[in-house]
């Protein structure tokens, strides 16, 4: 049975994913080339470092040091600040905040396990951050997903087992991250994508606590 709620922040709480997109792709087309909202898939759930050298890649650039990659990377990071500085709570995908606030009512602990640096000032914009028992993010964990340590930090912090945590995750690596901890998974997206999540749905606004129980 479940005792905690465990979600990914970008794509199931809140699509900053646009946002991340913009900011690559003009840090892209600064370097003479573009990438297509298709390749901009593969970034999902992906560290910030990780991201930049699939783009690199992807430009066919690879003559950067490591401290160049770094100038990138923050480059980036400051035009994606300054759009997440604007968001608002209106932004909340829908059905997330009830869907949070019903795991709570219901006595189930709720967390965030994101790869983003930003979470807390995401969080903080969207007012949110009162409705989660602990935030791991990217500034606390070292392996990115689909290493479990993010969710298994999540968990703990909690006090929950991992068995008895269900994880909601709108990307690859983060399904497999679950898994790999020994978690329940429940997809938020497509199920042509999502295929080794225990249930998929379009949205938080389409689950039930009835849907988990069967998990
Ligand atoms: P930052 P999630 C992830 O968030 C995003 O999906 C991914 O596109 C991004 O590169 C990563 O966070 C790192 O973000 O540059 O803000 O540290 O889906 O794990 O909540
Ligand atoms: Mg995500």
Redesign the pocket.
């Known amino acids: 049975n479940i005792k905690a709620c465990i979600f ?6 809140v699509d ?2 646009v946002y ?1 997109y913009k900011a690559w792709k003009r840090l892209a087309n600064e370097m003479g080339f573009d990438f297509t909202e298709r390749q901009n898939e593969q ?6 470092m ?2 930049l050298d699939l783009i690199l890649g992807w430009g066919n650039i690879t003559n950067k040091t490591s401290e160049e990659k770094d100038a990138l ?1 923050t480059q ?2 400051m035009w ?1 600040i300054e759009m ?1 500085n604007q968001l608002t709570p209106a932004e909340i995908l829908p059905g997330a905040r009830e869907f949070v606030q019903i795991c709570r009512d219901a006595g189930l602990k709720t967390a ?8 807390p000032t ?1 969080l903080n914009k969207l007012e949110l951050t009162q409705l989660f028992d602990a935030i791991i ?2 500034n606390s964990v070292s392996a990115p ?1 689909p290493d479990p340590e ?1 969710f298994l930090k999540g968990a703990e912090a909690v006090g929950v087992a991992p068995a008895h945590c269900v994880v909601f ?3 690859v690596a ?1 399904i497999e991250a679950a898994i790999n901890g020994g978690m329940k998974t429940v997809g938020i997206g497509s199920i042509d994508i999502l295929t080794k999540a225990q249930i998929v749905v379009s949205g938080l606004d389409k689950l039930t606590l009835d849907m988990l129980a069967e998990l």
């Open positions: 990914d922040l970008d794509g199931v709480i900053t994913a991340h970034l999902k759930g992906v560290s910030r990780a991201s990377a980036k990071n994606y997440i965030i396990g994101s790869a983003s640096k930003n979470t995401i993010d990217g997903k993010v995750e709108d990307a983060g």
